[in-house]
């Protein structure tokens, strides 16, 4: 059973940064997609960043592409969520989650495809970005 667990929420500055963790364990052992998901206050749920466990590809949303970055630890078990220039808008409750999803399945369909066909999810942990 996958279990996911984050960490390294809190508040921030605009113009801050901040490093979420999470910690992973049951992963598949086969091809899959682990990653970051935020969901802010009134609106749904949306894709941030995640990596194609098959070979490292990292995908990101292109309102994060460029202040954002993901990373995993040699293992496997940890994977980060570095971030940078944060924006009010950042703001939100961010979720790790697993899935065990062909590779190239983000290609062909998009992150928001991605996002519904996730199998497992972290509790979260609240990122807010205010002055």
């Known amino acids: 059973q996958v279990q996911l667990v984050e960490s390294g929420g809190g508040l921030v500055e605009p113009g801050g940064s901040l490093s979420l963790s999470c910690a992973a364990s049951?992963?598949?052992?086969?091809?899959?997609?682990i990653g970051w998901f935020r969901q802010a206050p009134g609106k749904e749920r949306e894709g941030v960043s995640v990596i194609q466990h098959n070979d490292g590809k990292t995908y990101y949303s292109d309102v994060v592409k460029g202040r954002f970055t993901i990373s995993r630890d040699n293992a496997g078990n940890t994977v980060y969520l570095h971030m940078n220039n944060l924006k009010p808008e950042d703001t939100a409750v961010y979720y790790c989650?697993?899935?065990?999803?062909?590779?190239?399945?983000?290609?062909?369909?998009?992150?928001?495809?991605?996002?519904?066909?996730?199998?497992?999810w972290g509790k979260g942990t609240l990122v807010t970005v205010s002055s």
């Open positions: 049951g992963l598949p052992p086969n091809s899959y997609y």
């Open positions: 989650a697993v899935g065990s999803i062909r590779m190239g399945y983000v290609d062909d369909f998009g992150l928001e495809a991605l996002r519904k066909a996730m199998n497992y």
